[in-house]
């Protein structure tokens, strides 16, 4: 193919960004705190400093600081898996015969097979250096729980990871893999919480849910000395770590003289989203370029296209702080039949801001539109997406095909965060042409929304 | 760290190799000619062309030409996935406290998760070239059936892929990738064919072999019109495609301007090992440079080690030409508790005959040590190694330790062919503490050596 542009662009050692960006810093309305569940005032940097780690607590309330420098011990971490390619797709681009130039920072190139990493070696790193034990955290597909795993694995921490049951019993590999990277894993809910306990009381047989694991991983962290909880999303200083995607992307870009007209991200908490979007959302917010960006969720879990804005909840025991986000309410848990991730009931108080602003779209898909988008992604780029990240690639392409009814050469980037090598039980569903949709109901929403807590 | 090296070498576009290394070329013996297993004459190319395709039947018969272009069609297919990078190994060397100098070249990095994709895109463009409507092989863990799924599908071939029964029913989404990518997968032996329906009468409630499903394969794709059958290891076309990976780590290593001392890799029937260590053993054979060589193969399945150099069948149904090569006797099978890859019963004659020569070594090791080995290498390198790789970090290691116990500054190099992600179900066990190793009697080899034809 005649073309200048590399499949892939690798920056060097030299070139990968030594400090991460914040992009509150450039927000002229920044995000709500975080409020105190109890009085409801926002969150202090000692509260904070109880569930999470201090200089964790610190990046969390810090909206003004714009770099941030990386620690030496995890740019060595980053180096082992980092950076990630910016690649061009280039054989998806003459399979839908467009004008479009399409590429995709992909993510999935590690063994936790995802983003997750960036933020969790960040994580793993601030409890070792305040000297703690280990930490606890949730993970519900599991990606998060593999990347803590690693992370902790690497700088000799322990880790005690609740994962959702249903999770837990039908993705043996994936808690497997943590166990073989040392760490403790625990179907949730379970008998070693008192959350937990109580969960199962109310609801017998209960699969479990994110909130929930969430709850219990708190409480333990909160009741064991010398560790702390740790979260692969939602949280501001997760999106500062996953700046990193967003960060080697622009300079991969700045290097081949290119610059992206829309850029796409799957949307379940915010992280991969808000990491890739970040120093674009940067600049626009700076006045100094434009961009469309495009949240792409599952019509399954609504939050951005259907949800509420306001101070929820973050978890289904109620022992978190308040987050004001865009919403379904705490008790929303998508139907039976949802496959991928993007599950979680919010979205990052950052995203939600930016989006309430108007500084971003969102839009919905239905899940086996997604993954005939994946398959054909798969057969021609030769990567088997993870389902979270075919949200993208299915919105990519309608994008792409736009241009081709248009005729526009638009640049289009989207976020390909990971794998699905774990994920062949909702791939077998669409192969074998069972699967199915689900949109839920007016009704089901506002019996959701009851759960919202009153301010 | 301080030290100059990378992490991570990556060779730029315009540095990939254009040109495959044919090993042979320079070989002063010959590795011994295929056989017609009727008449026991060298196999001409005509009687190859009706197993293989033209292009590959004269790959598989030319021992003179040095290098041979790699088609631009498979050029851009590798730019893909490759270069694939040459990894130093800072943290498994800090954590060994050796003065050694540990480097990986890691071919998992794309969906198929080996190195298995770089010869199944070239016979499978050799098969469109040539007009072909599809090809058959068979599968034994999943990697090479999944790698040449991809490549069909990359080039709209059919793919019909035989698979060995008992990894069929214990690794389904093996299978769900392979359908995910457009292959028909049948678990082996079947009804399908005749020397399926044989064996099932002569062994009914086989689970099935390697050997057996090569035997489906052929019959397959010597009875369909517009078929070829292609195999992912043993033939000398398989290490022609592969001597990729041996290329790329020495224009990798001239860039550095390091030299290796030790070259390490895992043996099965030799794709991995033959493509990395071609180009070195090219100016072994030419006098131009030194290398100490290791094979390194499962002591529960020790072609090299206590194999005999002789004339043997390559399948269990005796339809394929003859090879000579080191090998167990055709009906040879691992023992149940043989947990990874590298069950074969012979070796590529081309390694075969450099062993012989006494050109390269050969260990064996046992398993729960390579398993051992596998978990420490994943917990601090981040990657989880296919249980096949595992046998060459099991010897990096130790080599590395033998540096720290003499205080050399050796440069190793091993070849890690791919993930483990598709083999939880051995680290399972090896989490478990239930992992037993076996070694095969003397008695029991006598057996199977007693399978050899009469020549």
Redesign the interface.
């Known amino acids: 193919?005649a073309n200048n542009i590399?499949?892939?662009t690798?920056l060097?050692?030299e070139e990968m960004p030594k400090q991460w960006y914040n992009v509150r810093a450039d927000m002229k309305k920044k995000p709500a705190p975080l409020l105190n569940p109890g009085t409801h005032q926002p969150m202090t940097l000692d509260e904070l400093s109880v569930v999470f780690c201090r200089d964790l607590a610190e990046q969390e309330l810090d909206d003004t600081t714009p770099y941030i420098d990386i620690p030496d011990e995890i740019l060595?971490?980053y180096?082992?898996?980092r950076p990630s390619p910016l690649v061009r797709a280039?054989?998806l681009e003459k399979m839908l015969d467009t004008p479009a130039k399409i590429y995709y920072k992909f993510e999935g190139?590690?063994?936790s097979?995802s983003h997750k990493l960036n933020s969790a070696i960040a994580q793993a790193y601030y409890a070792k250096k305040q000297g703690l034990k280990g930490v606890t955290t949730e993970t519900g597909a599991g990606q998060w729980g593999t990347a803590l795993s690693?992370a902790c694995?690497?700088l000799g921490l322990d880790c005690k990871v609740y994962m959702v049951k249903v999770s837990y019993e039908q993705k043996?590999?994936r808690r497997?893999?943590m166990?073989?990277?040392?760490a403790d894993v625990t179907p949730s809910p379970s008998e070693t919480t008192n959350v937990g306990r109580k969960i199962l009381e109310e609801h017998p047989g209960t699969t479990g849910s994110l909130g929930c694991a969430i709850s219990e991983a708190v409480e333990v962290a909160t009741s064991t000395e010398g560790y702390r909880y740790v979260l692969g999303s939602v949280l501001s200083q997760v999106l500062l770590h996953q700046s990193i995607i967003g960060l080697e992307s622009k300079a991969a870009f700045d290097k081949l003289g290119v610059k992206p007209d829309i850029i796409i991200g799957c949307a379940g908490g915010g992280s991969n989203l808000g990491g890739l979007i970040s120093p674009f959302m940067g600049e626009k917010l700076r006045g100094e370029a434009d961009y469309r960006i495009i949240a792409v969720e599952p019509a399954s879990c609504p939050s951005f296209t259907r949800g509420k804005y306001a101070y929820d909840f973050c978890d289904t025991g109620k022992v978190c702080p308040l987050a004001k986000m865009y919403t379904l309410g705490s008790g929303f848990i998508p139907s039976a039949n949802h496959a991928g991730g993007l599950r979680y009931h919010g979205m990052s108080s950052v995203l939600s801001e930016l989006y309430d602003e108007k500084l971003m779209e969102a839009v919905s898909v239905e899940q086996t539109s997604v993954f005939d988008a994946a398959?054909k992604f798969?057969?021609?780029?030769?990567?088997?997406p993870a389902p979270e990240s075919s949200h993208a690639i299915k919105v990519a392409i309608d994008e792409a095909l736009k241009c081709k009814e248009t005729g526009e050469e638009k640049t289009i980037l989207f976020g390909l965060t990971g794998?699905g090598?774990?994920d062949?039980v909702a791939?077998?569903k669409f192969?074998d042409g069972i699967m199915t949709d689900y949109i839920p109901s007016d009704e089901e929403l506002a019996k959701s929304f009851a759960s919202l807590p009153q301010m």
């Open positions: 193919m590399p499949y892939k690798y060097t050692e060595s971490f180096k082992m898996y280039y054989c190139n590690n063994t097979g690693m694995a690497y043996p590999f497997e893999v166990r073989t990277y040392g398959q798969a057969r021609i780029e030769g990567i088997l794998t090598y774990f062949m791939y077998q192969n």
